[in-house]
């Protein structure tokens, strides 16, 4: 720690001293650290290995992109190091959503839901731009986009099934493969790549995101699922009430059909978002059943409270039975329900601890 400390005082021209660890991953250590004037700035230092260093090119290009986030004060290359602006200590997302005021957890929601498709459309002149900055930070590294994890996904999936003894139901993997990137090719928009609630602070400000280790192009219904499932691939997963998650979708839907005009039709925005609940169903389950299957858990390590992985999974594949125009699909996850889940013996997924004891209907306001 000392020598990256270190290291970024000399970066930034300044020494910096008392550091905070912010809690990072195995790829990466986050650090607050304070200036001699009395200020802070963050440092991130990235591990080696081919994981930490698309995260490293991931979060470098992403900021260096300048439409959200933290300002990028100064980079490493050669150590994958980077020292960025702080952003202070404002709730998160998910602080607002497991707190108890369903006002403010109801606004948090639809900031968070515009400003993510602010960002989209304002990214769809600057895709190219990104794509350079990723060849110069990513030094050879493939991006995100030039390896679509939904086409991984959908292969692991179906192995993942045989593995659990079931067999897949017929014209499932061509189902899979026509789901594909849910029109990521036709409408892209950038996105930090990780935008659970944890990783969103709600500003006076506005919105600010943290968290660029998986930033690119991706389709723009992936991350507007996230209203209506909620939060895919996230650990901070209850049920929203109803109209609530409409107006969250919505209000990311207004922002990108500024861009992609045509998803103001009805049946094509329901169309795209039917194929993203698809991949992000996929994702749910090849992440959490093999934890699953052995026994249940916290979806969070130390946070709490927090649902359990059966919870999750029995409710993404019952939500998913709704999905009438993939019928294939809608036979495996009623063939997972049937086979693994019967026996789980566990509670229905809550709703968000803002919005429960009667808060339901002062949110957002």
Not at 148 to 163: H, K, S, T, V, Y
Not at 210 to 239: H, I, K, N
Request: net charge neutral; proline share 8%.
């Amino acid at each position: 720690m000392d020598e990256t400390i270190r290291a970024a005082g000399a970066l930034l021209g300044r020494p910096l001293r008392e550091p905070v660890d912010l809690g990072g991953s195995p790829r990466s250590t986050v650090l607050r650290c304070r200036t001699a004037d009395g200020g802070s700035v963050v440092v991130k230092a990235f591990a080696d290995g081919p994981e930490a260093r698309r995260a490293y090119a991931g979060e470098s290009a992403g900021l260096s992109l300048g439409l959200a986030g933290p300002e990028l004060l100064a980079v490493d290359h050669e150590r994958r190091l980077l020292v960025m602006a702080d952003l202070g200590d404002a709730p998160t997302l998910a602080d607002l959503l497991l707190g108890a005021d369903p006002g403010a957890a109801g606004r948090g929601l639809l900031e968070w839901a515009g400003g993510l498709g602010r960002l989209a459309a304002r990214s769809v002149p600057r895709r190219a731009e990104f794509a350079a900055l990723w060849q110069r930070h990513g030094r050879g590294l493939p991006s995100w986009e030039e390896e679509p994890w939904p086409r991984r996904n959908a292969e692991a999936f179906l192995g993942l099934l045989a593995e659990c003894g079931l067999t897949a139901p017929p014209g499932l993997a061509e189902e899979l493969a026509a789901v594909g990137t849910a029109d990521g090719e036709r409408y892209p928009g950038f996105t930090p790549g990780d935008t659970c609630p944890d990783n969103n602070l709600i500003t006076p400000a506005g919105l600010r995101l943290l968290d660029f280790e998986a930033a690119g192009y991706q389709s723009v219904f992936l991350t507007a699922a996230y209203c209506r499932m909620p939060f895919s691939s996230c650990w901070c997963v209850y049920r929203l009430p109803a109209d609530l998650a409409r107006r969250a979708e919505e209000a990311y839907r207004s922002e990108v059909v500024a861009q992609y005009p045509d998803l103001a039709e009805e049946a094509r925005w329901q169309a795209g978002m039917d194929r993203a609940a698809v991949v992000w169903t996929v994702d749910s389950t090849l992440h959490l059943l093999r934890r699953a299957l052995p026994g249940d858990g916290p979806m969070h390590r130390t946070r709490r409270p927090v649902p359990t992985r059966r919870q999750v999974l029995r409710h993404r594949w019952t939500d998913a039975l709704r999905l009438t125009g993939h019928p294939a699909f809608t036979a495996t996850v009623r063939l997972l329900l049937a086979e693994l889940a019967a026996g789980w013996d566990v509670p229905e997924l809550p709703g968000y601890p803002a919005f429960r004891e009667g808060r339901e209907g002062r949110e957002g306001r």
